[in-house]
């Protein structure tokens, strides 16, 4: 693997995930082995068709963000710019935490795909084909929270509410949650 920043070292890559890595600057890794791709393929079967035609690099990302209120962010899903697009052959960067996003339990992971995929949004022909600009790539948009609390209303329906918001919910009156599928 090679470095992204002078001083940066990475060893002992298992499972795609780096035992241990040391200095500054960031870190970006091709998910080599295929684990983000899989649950997100099952998500995308599953809950968003459209993103078939949507072509997305799974990269594993370290050291990683945090939100303003100092809150860790296990992932991150940005849409590549047309120029990028046109250059990388990519639409869209999934971006991952090792640390975080391995240490979720297996349906919190399911449930932060779901959410980053929710964010990304193809614009649909009448036919129900994807809308191409004139170089052929697909239209896409990237889709807001439609909860304060920086969720999707469908997503509360299908996974219950995160447990950093269940004391908002019971003091909005609740929202019942789904049994674990």
Request: hydrophobic share 35%; proline share 6%; aromatic share 12%.
């Given at each position: 693997?090679?470095?992204?920043?002078?001083?940066?070292?990475?060893?002992?890559?298992?499972?795609?995930?780096?035992?241990?890595?040391?200095?500054?600057?960031?870190?970006?890794?091709?998910?080599?082995?295929?684990?983000?791709?899989?649950?997100?393929?099952?998500?995308?079967?599953?809950?968003?068709?459209?993103?078939t035609?949507?072509?997305?690099?799974?990269v594993?990302?370290?050291?990683?963000r945090?939100?303003?209120?100092?809150?860790?962010v296990?992932?991150?899903i940005?849409?590549?710019?047309k120029?990028d697009?046109?250059?990388?052959?990519y639409?869209?960067?999934?971006?991952?935490?090792?640390?975080?996003?391995?240490?979720?339990?297996r349906?919190?992971?399911?449930?932060?795909?779901?959410h980053?995929?929710?964010?990304?949004?193809?614009?649909?022909?009448?036919?129900?084909?994807?809308?191409?600009?004139v170089?052929?790539?697909?239209?896409?948009?990237?889709?807001?929270?439609?909860?304060?609390?920086?969720?999707?209303?469908?997503?509360?329906?299908?996974?219950?509410t995160?447990?950093?918001?269940?004391?908002?919910?019971?003091?909005?009156?609740?929202?019942?949650?789904?049994?674990?599928?």
């Amino acid at each position: 693997m090679q470095n992204q920043e002078p001083g940066l070292t990475v060893e002992g890559i298992v499972g795609g995930v780096p035992e241990r890595w040391t200095g500054k600057g960031v870190v970006y890794w091709r998910d080599p082995s295929g684990y983000l791709k899989k649950l997100a393929k099952r998500c995308i079967d599953k809950y968003f068709p459209a993103l078939t035609y949507v072509n997305v690099l799974f990269v594993w990302k370290r050291p990683f963000r945090s939100t303003d209120d100092y809150c860790p962010v296990p992932a991150f899903i940005r849409l590549l710019s047309k120029k990028d697009r046109d250059i990388f052959g990519y639409d869209v960067v999934f971006e991952v935490d090792p640390e975080s996003f391995l240490a979720l339990s297996r349906r919190d992971q399911r449930r932060a795909v779901y959410h980053l995929l929710r964010h990304v949004g193809v614009v649909m022909n009448e036919d129900m084909t994807p809308e191409r600009d004139v170089y052929g790539r697909v239209q896409l948009v990237l889709e807001k929270h439609d909860l304060y609390i920086r969720s999707f209303k469908d997503e509360v329906r299908r996974f219950g509410t995160q447990a950093a918001y269940q004391r908002v919910v019971n003091f909005l009156g609740g929202v019942e949650s789904p049994t674990p599928s």
